[in-house]
């Protein structure tokens, strides 16, 4: 499994977030920190945000938190609620699929099912599990 740099970057704000969950956040902050593209982040942070991860306040004094514990952040919920629109492959897909072994394929079911057990076994994990905080030098 690959997950896409969206769902790698979210992960890395939440659990940047979670390491300091007294304090709000900002995309700027965040993206020079990661050294990422502001706008990206801005992305990943909106997509955060409306899943209910996220609370957001805007101006000054403004940024993102936590919407709630970390103990209550799944680790597999928030991959899969990011990979929402990534197809693991082709058939998956809720449309363009032109795969022609489709009809009688017998590698969907068992790539269902290891989708299925990689998020499960994610779900074992807590947002909790994997705080990050910087090393201050």
């Known amino acids: 499994m690959r997950l896409t740099s969206f769902t790698d970057y979210g ?4 659990m940047r977030m979670a390491g ?7 995309t700027a902050e965040l993206a020079d920190e990661f050294r990422v593209s502001r706008n990206h982040l801005a992305k990943v942070i909106s ?12 101006g000054g004094g403004g ?34 699929n032109a795969c022609t072994l489709t009809p009688q394929c017998r ?8 989708e299925a057990a990689f998020i499960a076994d994610l779900n074992r994990s807590t947002l909790a599990d994997c705080i990050y905080r910087p090393v201050e030098v």
């Open 20 to 26: 300091g969950p007294d304090r709000a956040f900002t």
């Open 47 to 58: 997509a955060l945000a409306a899943a209910g991860y996220l609370e957001t306040r805007r």
């Open 107 to 114: 590698l969907k079911a068992r790539l269902a099912h290891a």
């Open 63 to 96: 940024g993102a938190i936590l919407a709630r514990p970390a103990n209550t952040i799944r680790l597999g919920d928030v991959v899969a609620t990011l990979e929402t629109d990534q197809a693991l492959v082709e058939c998956f897909a809720a449309d363009g």
């Open 11 to 14: 992960l890395r704000v939440l």
